[in-house]
């Protein structure tokens, strides 16, 4: 095939794939309603319901602050707010990279069925982990009357942070669930992916704990950066320019992959389901 | 004008699994020539070969052909559910299938919250499916039962349900694979007068089925296809001829 011929199929490829995106977008409406039927799946017939989300994150919170808060002989008020940030954020940032790779296989008896743009399916997965999310808000709270100063107008930059986390989830989504539903035996190697991170990023432990050593697992590690744009606005410390600066260049480059992949093989998913 | 037009449509679909190979090997001996091998070595099914149609407003046209002709997938292909991995199709007008009625219907949602999301799902805004809801009502005459949860329905009253709302709109192309002929006597008679409405409103219509007599009631041409090639398309009395000789 010549070059010519080769571009003129990208460049139709992500036309196609922009507008898959636009046709989502207008469908939000079912996208909204799907995620809400997952998340009421989740509690059917339970007598509590949402409040064992919240209950459960509460007790983790409450355990692992008071052990983890000794363990690294942390003064349990500085030291818990920072953990229920991190805990909830790090839940959010991990379901959606845990459920975008399923979002496709998950959805085939829709896709074989009817013609839908595939990028509703990423979106439905991003919109269910922050209603999921959402159940934490109430525990937040909590941490936040109990342990810290009232928060001021500053506290609002978490919101633009949260934005670009499901930004990103999005794009993650797409890359994630695509690859999966191809090869499927991805999503473990996700999972342990994630696991990974987990423990190489600032949740439950202390950037200053470090002593200046490793500096790079936090000031590159876009996992950190995401936490740390959402949670210190709240926390009333400074958030460092370069959080933000990893965050959208991750978001940037992240993007121009999805866009590519997608593009090049969107018409592809429904024949690998 | 609504037109569907086909231009030498392949649809290759491949089949990624551990024993594709023994699979390989165990099915060609059957002969049917329609599995082959990849570039990638992989095994792919040649469910469309070289497929090139072209229908306008006025056309019925009904697919024919033995179990895994490619009628199916065919009809897929024109309801936009698989993209050609080769040539090329044009659909202009709005679209409408009639392929699985039920799907995506969740067990656990009343009957009115599974009408909302079938209505979205068809493109149809919330208000859109609202403003044919007293039609529904009437025509699935499951009363109070829409209300409660689908788990508690009859398979019969979840079809009601389904063919009720898909058919609630009017596309003007339509799109049917197989008659649904299911629940009981009345409930068939008052499904196959709305479905003629709809057949009959549809500026084009692409039907699948074995059934000669429903074949003939629809169409006014047919097409033959046999291990994914269309074979002959021509008049309805023709085709079927060819297709009961040649079996």
């Known amino acids: ?273 | 004008m609504s037109r569907v037009e086909l231009t030498d449509v392949v649809v290759d679909f491949p089949i990624y699994d551990g024993r594709s190979r023994s699979l390989r090997h165990r099915i060609l001996g059957l002969g049917s020539g329609r599995i082959g091998a990849s570039a990638g070595h992989n095994v792919v099914v040649h469910a469309l070969r070289n497929i090139s149609l072209s229908l306008t407003d006025g056309d019925r046209l009904g697919l024919i052909g033995r179990n895994g002709a490619g009628k199916s997938t065919l009809l897929r292909v024109v309801a936009g559910i698989y993209e050609p991995i080769a040539g090329r199709i044009v659909v202009t007008g709005r679209l409408g299938s009639l392929t699985n009625v039920t799907m995506g219907m969740d067990m656990d949602s009343s009957g009115y919250e599974n009408i909302v999301v079938r209505g979205l799902m068809m493109g149809m805004t919330r208000r859109e499916t609202l403003s044919h809801l007293s039609d529904i009502e009437s025509f699935t005459e499951l009363g109070d039962h829409l209300s409660l949860p689908l788990r508690t329905y009859s398979a019969g009253m979840l079809l009601r349900l389904g063919f009720a709302v898909s058919t609630s709109l009017a596309p003007e192309i339509l799109v049917i694979d197989e008659m649904i002929a299911a629940g009981d006597r009345a409930f068939a008679d008052k499904a196959a007068k709305r479905l003629d409405r709809l057949t009959s409103a549809a500026h084009i219509l692409v039907v699948a089925s074995h059934s000669p007599e429903t074949l003939k009631r629809l169409c006014n041409k047919l097409a033959l296809l046999r291990d994914g090639r269309l074979v002959d398309i021509g008049p309805v009395s023709e085709i079927l001829q060819r297709y009961e000789s040649e079996g």
Not at chain 1, 94 to 114: P, R
């Open chain 1, 1 to 273: 095939m010549s070059d010519a011929s080769e571009e003129g199929r990208m460049r139709r490829d992500l036309r196609l794939a922009w507008l898959d995106l636009l046709m989502a977008a207008q469908r939000w409406h079912l996208i909204v309603h799907l995620a809400w039927l997952d998340v009421r799946q989740r509690y059917r017939r339970s007598v509590l319901g949402p409040i064992w989300l919240t209950v459960s994150v509460a007790f983790q919170i409450g355990a692992m602050g008071l052990v983890y808060g000794e363990l690294f002989h942390q003064d349990v008020s500085r030291y818990l707010p920072r953990l229920a940030f991190g805990l909830t954020m790090w839940g959010l940032i991990s379901t959606m990279v845990a459920d975008g790779c399923l979002c496709f296989i998950s959805a085939d008896s829709f896709l074989k069925q009817e013609a839908l743009p595939k990028s509703m399916f990423p979106a439905r997965v991003v919109m269910r982990s922050l209603i999921v999310f959402a159940h934490n808000l109430v525990v937040l709270l909590a941490v936040i009357v109990i342990f810290l100063p009232l928060p001021g107008w500053g506290a609002l930059m978490a919101l633009p942070g949260m934005a670009l986390i499901a930004v990103n989830g999005m794009w993650i989504g797409l890359v994630v669930g695509l690859l999966c539903t191809r090869f499927r035996d991805l999503p473990p190697i996700v999972g342990s992916f994630m696991q990974v991170a987990f423990f190489l990023t600032p949740v439950i432990w202390v950037p200053e704990a470090l002593h200046g050593k490793w500096w790079w697992l936090v000031s590159l590690n876009p996992f950190a950066s995401f936490l740390s744009i959402v949670s210190d606005p709240l926390l009333d410390v400074p958030t460092p320019v370069s959080r933000w600066l990893v965050a959208i260049v991750v978001t940037l480059i992240g993007w121009t992959l999805a866009m590519l992949l997608f593009g090049r093989f969107r018409a592809r998913i429904t024949y690998w389901l």
